[in-house]
């Protein structure tokens, strides 16, 4: 895999399949533990985290915002703008075990301004 910045990675016990992000390459990827498949998927934008979906596909962490996204269509329905204000995008993001998505954000220009705008966010489940 040729990923820019592989990161999130995510087991999914009951396909036995490992999900990460190539967050700079825009794309979601796949690995199957038993065949040793591998899939990748186009994302519409830069995304810092997603979790799985009881009914199928992802909640996704946008750059613009949470959103529901399906890789088999490539369609993506927004939940909520992310800090729109703010120069930030989702980051690292997991579900507890009440199925609500945590997620924490990033500041893209930190190394520069060095401000302390990162949050805390909860999607409930």
Known sequence: CDNLLGEAPLWNHKEK???WLDINGKK?????GESGDDNSWDLPEVAGSFAFREKGGFIMGFESGLARYDPETGT???ICEYEPELNTRPNDGKCDRQGNFVIGSYNKNHRQDEQNI????RLKG
Request: charged share 5%; proline share 0%; glycine share 6%.
């Open 76 to 78: 993506s329905e927004t």
């Open 17 to 19: 399949t490992l999900y």
């Open 118 to 121: 990162a949050g805390l966010w």
């Open 28 to 32: 979601l990827w796949s690995w199957n």
